[in-house]
Each structure stands twice: as structure tokens, then as C-alpha cells.
């Protein structure tokens, strides 16, 4: 709200124009003078509207401070707010994208960009070779609304520091996400070669993707789990840390992805019998390297004891599957391929997304709507087998 001061015959008014990045609040001022004759009370009306009139000038004014290269103001946004306010897992995300988002970005002034300028930007992201892979195809278009979303948060940021008035993301159009893809993953006889297949693998593989197709845990939880995380008479498994990768940091241990993906699941017996076993095997080889040994607690660690690297399962997975001629389609497959077993076994939304470790329902609903559907479809084939009905049909 704009403030005045009475200098002599005529009055400062001073409004705020926003913040500098540094939190520094910005003033800007004008003198107004009433016209010779004028009573108090409307000099006292009249500079009541002067003040009103001016705070909206300044609020809808362009601010010199939004004369900055988006760049700049982008490693600001993430000392002062990223650094500070969000998990290991989103600054990594942000990392990884920004040296892209300034390749495209970075050189232009925050107040000269243009919805336009940001557009051809996000339509670049799903053109041929944008995933950087020897696929040579663009981003999905998840990955693209995430690009999207970095930028928008810079913008956001700096309307909050009061440098903007606009941001320009709003604007943009984002390509659809394909929600009705079929999730692949293996089929019933798939699974049941893979798990034959799997009696000549590792201790420790065996371990891993038993528990990945039964447990249905992400990546990350999986080379996050420690042993104190069994309970070998209850046969629960508790999911409580996420083991990521940053290019800053290399490996670090983060809190779950969100706060319902903390867990607690039951599984089947023999698996806790594995994970036994598992820990000897470990024991023996922390004896067997001694001081060399690096203590971590994790199921699955490197020859030295520390943290196993998150691309290692997908390497070994790769070639085995390759080895053993069964169909490849990357660690998360295991997750959907249990997440359709619950629903076909006829376990409703709310008890699949509490097994997943979803924040809500909603997102299990996106994910595997299809799968719900034909499940449905299904149990209604089922009831009208089973319960035959003459009624209702044309005679003959």
C-alpha cells in the first residue's frame, strides 16, 4: 500500500515496486501538488486516490529488477530456494535438466521471454534425438512437462520476489501424455520362465527381483533396503529410505519419495529365507576384506560393501534376460506386472495404492485404468457365467 509524506505544499508518495533477488524491497516515488484553493478535505480526498492510483501503477509497472538473464537468476532460485527447501531427489532432477534449460534459455533477459520463445523450446524436447540415445527419439512426454514445470518454477519464484508480474509457462502448450498406453511388462507364463530362469542367478539377484515382482518397490527403494528393514517372524518388509543418484553427490540415501511410499508390506516366507541367506553370504565376504570392507547395512552393495550403484540391476537384467532369450523390458515392469496381479486377483484402487507407495489414489487410477477396466470386464463375464438368466431374451 502506498505511504505519503508532506514536504512543505506538495506530498512524496512512495509504493513498492517488488523485491531485488537478495529480498531487497524496491520503492519508487512521485510529488504530487494540490491545485491552489483547495479545501483539506479535498486535498485529504484527492491524495487518497493519488496514493491508490499510483500503487497500481507501480504493481502493473514493469520492474527493472526482472532485467535479469534467466540463467542468473535461475542458480539464484536454487541457492536461496531449492538448496534450502526441497529433497536431494528434486535438486538432482533440477541439475539435470538446467544445463539444458540454459543451453536454450539461459542467455535471455527473465522480462524479454516470451511464451513463444518457451514454446519452441518444449517442442524441441519430443523431436527426433532429444533423449540424447542411441534410440534417436524425443523426450516422453512426461519428461517434457517436467522441463516445463523447472521453468515455471523459476517464474514463480521471481513473481513471489515481486521482479515479475507474468509468467509466460502459463502460455505454453504441452504435448498430450499418453495415458491410455498399456503398461508392458511380462505375461503370467513370461513371469514364471523368468523366476525358472532365475534359480541359476546370484544370491543377490535372486533376492533383488523376487522382491521387486512380489514387494512391486521402485528402483530406488530396492537398493535402499537395509536388513534391519525384515521382520523374519512377522515376513514384513518396511520401506523407509530410497537409495538416489546426483551427479554432486554420486549415490546418497533420501527420504521416500513421498510420505504414503513409507510402507509396510507382507510377503511370502521362502523370500525372507533368501534374504537370510543373503546376509550371510554378506558376512562372509565383510570377513573375508576386513578393514577394506565399507559398512553401509544395505541388501545390495558393491564387492566393497558400499551402496550398489542404481544402473547396476538394469545392466545385469539386460544380459540375463539377453543370455537366457526372455523378453527385456527395463526393473520398473516388475512394478506394473504387480500391480496387475492385485487388481486381476480383485484387490480394489485404494489397497493397490497403498502397496505401490502412490500419494493418491487418483495417480494409481491414470496409471492402471485400463487394467481396472478389463479386470471389470472380466468379473462381470465371470458373474454372467455363472449365474445364467432366461429372461429378457427373444423368443424363437
Given at each position: 500500500m502506498a505511504t505519503y509524506t508532506k514536504r512543505g505544499s506538495s506530498y512524496r508518495i512512495r509504493a513498492s515496486v517488488g523485491y531485488t533477488p537478495e529480498g531487497k524491497q524496491v520503492m519508487k516515488s512521485k510529488t504530487w501538488t494540490p491545485a491552489p484553493g483547495m479545501t483539506e478535505r479535498q486535498i485529504e480526498k484527492e491524495l487518497n486516490r493519488q496514493m491508490v492510483l499510483f500503487d497500481e501503477e507501480c504493481r502493473g509497472s514493469s520492474l527493472t529488477d526482472g532485467h535479469i538473464k534467466f540463467e542468473?537468476?535461475?542458480?539464484?532460485?536454487?541457492?536461496e530456494?531449492?538448496?534450502?527447501?526441497?529433497?536431494?531427489?528434486?535438486?538432482?532432477?533440477?541439475?539435470?535438466?538446467?544445463?539444458?534449460?540454459?543451453?536454450?534459455?539461459?542467455?535471455?533477459?527473465?522480462?524479454?521471454?516470451?511464451?513463444?520463445?518457451?514454446?519452441?523450446?518444449?517442442?524441441?524436447?519430443?523431436?527426433?534425438?532429444?533423449?540424447?540415445?542411441?534410440?534417436?527419439?524425443?523426450?516422453?512426454?512426461?519428461?517434457?512437462?517436467?522441463?516445463?514445470?523447472?521453468?515455471?518454477?523459476?517464474?514463480a519464484y521471481a513473481i513471489k520476489m515481486g521482479m515479475l508480474q507474468y509468467n509466460p509457462c502459463r502460455a505454453v502448450t504441452l504435448p498430450p501424455l499418453d495415458t491410455g498406453k498399456e503398461k508392458q511388462c511380462y505375461t503370467m507364463e513370461e513371469a514364471q520362465a523368468f523366476l525358472d530362469a532365475l534359480v541359476d542367478a546370484p544370491l543377490r539377484w535372486q533376492v533383488f527381483f523376487a522382491l521387486a515382482l512380489f514387494g512391486g518397490f521402485r528402483r530406488e527403494e530396492l537398493c535402499g533396503f537395509e536388513f534391519q528393514d525384515f521382520d523374519f517372524d512377522q515376513h514384513t518388509v518396511s520401506v523407509r529410505r530410497a537409495s538416489i543418484y546426483t551427479p554432486a553427490a554420486g549415490t546418497v540415501t533420501t527420504p521416500t519419495k513421498t510420505v504414503k511410499s513409507r510402507r509396510t508390506l507382507k510377503l511370502p516366507a521362502w523370500i525372507f529365507d533368501l534374504v537370510k541367506k543373503l546376509r550371510v553370504e554378506q558376512a562372509r565376504q565383510r570377513l573375508a576384506l576386513g578393514d577394506q570392507w565399507k559398512e553401509c547395512g544395505r541388501l545390495f552393495t558393491r564387492a566393497d560393501g558400499s551402496p550398489m550403484s542404481l544402473d547396476q540391476p538394469y545392466k545385469w537384467l539386460r544380459s540375463f534376460c539377453k543370455e537366457k532369450k526372455l523378453p527385456f523390458y527395463g526393473?520398473?515392469?516388475?512394478?506394473?506386472?504387480?500391480?496387475?496381479?492385485?487388481?486381476?486377483?480383485?484387490?480394489?484402487?485404494?489397497?493397490?495404492?497403498?502397496?505401490?507407495?502412490?500419494?493418491?489414489?487418483?495417480?494409481?487410477?491414470?496409471?492402471?485404468?485400463?487394467?481396472?477396466?478389463?479386470?471389470?470386464?472380466?468379473?462381470?463375464?465371470?458373474?454372467?457365467?455363472?449365474?445364467?438368466?432366461?429372461?429378457?431374451?427373444?423368443q424363437a
Open positions: 542468473t537468476f535461475a542458480r539464484q532460485w536454487m541457492s530456494y531449492v538448496e534450502k527447501s526441497l529433497g536431494k531427489r528434486t535438486q538432482a532432477s533440477y541439475a539435470y535438466m538446467s544445463e539444458r534449460i540454459y543451453a536454450a534459455l539461459g542467455h535471455l533477459y527473465m522480462d524479454k521471454i516470451t511464451p513463444r520463445q518457451i514454446q519452441k523450446f518444449i517442442n524441441s524436447l519430443s523431436e527426433p534425438g532429444a533423449n540424447q540415445t542411441k534410440d534417436g527419439k524425443g523426450l516422453s512426454p512426461k519428461s517434457v512437462k517436467n522441463f516445463l514445470s523447472m521453468i515455471s518454477a523459476v517464474f526393473i520398473h515392469q516388475f512394478r506394473h506386472l504387480n500391480a496387475s496381479l492385485l487388481i486381476y486377483n480383485g484387490e480394489d484402487v485404494r489397497a493397490v495404492s497403498a502397496a505401490l507407495g502412490h500419494s493418491q489414489t487418483s495417480t494409481t487410477l491414470n496409471i492402471y485404468a485400463h487394467t481396472f477396466e478389463t479386470a471389470q470386464a472380466r468379473a462381470c463375464d465371470a458373474l454372467a457365467d455363472a449365474l445364467p438368466v432366461k429372461f429378457g431374451k427373444k
